[in-house]
Nanobody, 125 residues
């Protein structure tokens, strides 16, 4: 079992910044991806930023949603079991519930695909 705890959500005015953090605990041996997703009000969950193969010495591949490129930065630290999302120049369209996702392999060799409970981000005009 891998548990994820997110923090850092809240209310901010448009143009402001927030930093989301996610800490993983449990029996995970290797990370294959660490990412952030969000569910805007009334919409389906979407990928925001995902870093794959964070344990590789060279920076892992990072994918950002087009809507956040240049504004959001994801950092995955497999050694510290954390993934953060720095969000700058927030807009009303960034409002939503943000979820942390971890994928990898457990110490028993089982596939891990865990989600956090979500943290609310509200951006006001």
């Amino acid at each position: 079992q891998v548990q994820l705890v997110e923090s850092g959500g809240g209310w901010v005015q448009a143009g402001g910044s927030l930093t989301l953090s996610c800490v993983a605990s449990g029996n995970i041996d290797k990370y294959t991806s660490m990412g952030w997703y969000r569910r805007p009000p009334g919409k389906a969950r979407e990928a925001v930023a995902v870093v794959t193969n964070p344990e590789i010495a060279s920076p892992g591949a990072v994918d950002y949603a087009d809507s956040v490129k240049g504004r959001f930065t994801i950092s995955g630290d497999s050694a510290k079991d954390t993934v953060t999302l720095q969000m700058n120049t927030l807009t009303i369209e960034d409002t939503g519930i943000y979820y942390c996702n971890i994928q990898g392999t457990s110490t028993w060799g089982m596939h891990v695909d865990s989600w956090g409970a979500g943290t609310q981000v509200i951006v006001s005009p």
